[in-house]
């Protein structure tokens, strides 16, 4: 599927789900003075205008970050890493997972970024162009099970598909599977919407069995009237000292907005 395009939906709540806990793991990682590598399998282009059309047409980014940016103080890694995008780029802009990793990681930090949509990968190899990081344009899922175990071995891979194709459902678990067997001291993060129907169970129920396993769940209201997505999810296999308690915490603000 080529049709997905994030701008549409960057900023909204499960975005800021999603991003807060990646910002957190990757604040955590580079404490420690070691090397880590950085996979990413649905990339997107990285950097959002969230006075563009695309934003304003959904309204997601007003019901999104833009409600809940006062969750975080000023020297939480989410809140950093929007600041040092919005010093770069504009008040308005808004960091994609890649960016937010780049701004995060150090000289010697490796990371690999796919994106299969053409625009979306023009647009992603622009704003990566400042920073060291291989970009191509594969499947997300083939690109990282070429690449693990990686070189230096310790880091994270994001998996955040759209899930357009019903099959992913099934698929995407099968690939965390297959990592966690090719890279068993990586930590993975699994992203998945909560919608009618409840596909996400079938990932919960894949997953269920393996151990080392953080499985979170946030459910908000609906950015606007009829809009399916009612919550994010993210299993992440070998969770870092500390993110069950930044998960709970997250957990009890979401639980405000219901």
Same mark, same amino acid.
């Not at 997601?60 to 020297?75: H, L, Y």
């Not at 209201?221 to 299993?235: D, I, N």
């Given at each position: 599927?080529? &049709?997905?395009?994030?701008?549409?939906?960057?900023?909204?709540?499960?975005?800021?789900?999603?991003?807060? *806990?990646?910002?957190?793991?990757?604040?955590?990682?580079?404490?420690?003075?070691?090397?880590? &590598?950085?996979?990413?399998?649905?990339?997107?282009?990285?950097?959002?205008?969230?006075?563009?059309?695309?934003?304003?047409?959904?309204?997601?980014?007003?019901?999104?970050?833009?409600?809940?940016?006062?969750?975080?103080?000023?020297?939480?890694?989410?809140?950093?890493?929007?600041?040092?995008?919005?010093?770069?780029?504009?008040?308005?802009?808004?960091?994609?997972?890649?960016?937010?990793?780049?701004?995060?990681?150090?000289?010697?930090?490796?990371?690999?970024?796919?994106? *299969?949509?053409?625009?979306?990968?023009?647009?992603?190899?622009?704003?990566?162009?400042?920073?060291?990081?291989?970009?191509?344009?594969?499947?997300?899922?083939?690109?990282?099970?070429?690449?693990?175990?990686?070189?230096?071995?310790?880091?994270?891979?994001?998996?955040?598909? &759209?899930?357009?194709?019903?099959?992913?459902?099934?698929?995407?678990?099968?690939?965390?599977?297959?990592?966690?067997?090719?890279?068993?001291?990586?930590?993975?993060?699994?992203?998945?919407?909560?919608?009618?129907?409840?596909?996400?169970?079938?990932?919960?129920?894949?997953?269920?069995?393996?151990?080392?396993?953080?499985?979170?769940?946030?459910?908000?209201?609906?950015?606007?009237?009829?809009?399916?997505?009612?919550?994010?999810?993210?299993?992440?296999?070998?969770?870092?000292?500390?993110?069950?308690?930044?998960?709970?915490?997250?957990?009890?603000?979401?639980?405000?907005? &219901?």
């Amino acid at each position: 599927m080529l &049709s997905y395009q994030h701008a549409y939906h960057a900023a909204n709540l499960a975005d800021v789900h999603k991003h807060a *806990l990646l910002a957190w793991v990757l604040d955590y990682l580079t404490r420690k003075d070691k090397p880590l &590598s950085y996979i990413e399998t649905h990339a997107g282009r990285g950097l959002y205008d969230l006075e563009g059309e695309a934003a304003r047409k959904t309204g997601e980014a007003a019901q999104g970050f833009d409600r809940v940016a006062g969750w975080f103080g000023p020297d939480h890694p989410y809140a950093v890493q929007v600041a040092r995008t919005r010093a770069l780029h504009g008040v308005r802009a808004y960091p994609g997972s890649p960016l937010i990793a780049a701004q995060a990681l150090r000289p010697g930090d490796r990371m690999h970024l796919a994106e *299969l949509h053409p625009q979306e990968f023009a647009a992603l190899s622009y704003t990566m162009s400042p920073h060291e990081a291989h970009v191509a344009q594969r499947e997300g899922a083939e690109f990282a099970l070429s690449l693990t175990p990686p070189d230096p071995r310790r880091g994270l891979c994001l998996i955040d598909p &759209s899930y357009e194709v019903k099959d992913d459902y099934v698929t995407i678990p099968l690939l965390v599977q297959k990592l966690h067997r090719k890279w068993p001291v990586g930590i993975i993060m699994l992203w998945f919407p909560l919608l009618a129907g409840n596909p996400h169970a079938q990932i919960l129920a894949r997953l269920g069995g393996m151990e080392g396993v953080l499985r979170h769940i946030v459910r908000f209201p609906p950015a606007r009237p009829g809009h399916g997505m009612t919550g994010s999810g993210l299993v992440v296999i070998n969770p870092p000292y500390g993110l069950a308690e930044q998960a709970a915490w997250l957990e009890g603000k979401f639980a405000q907005l &219901s």
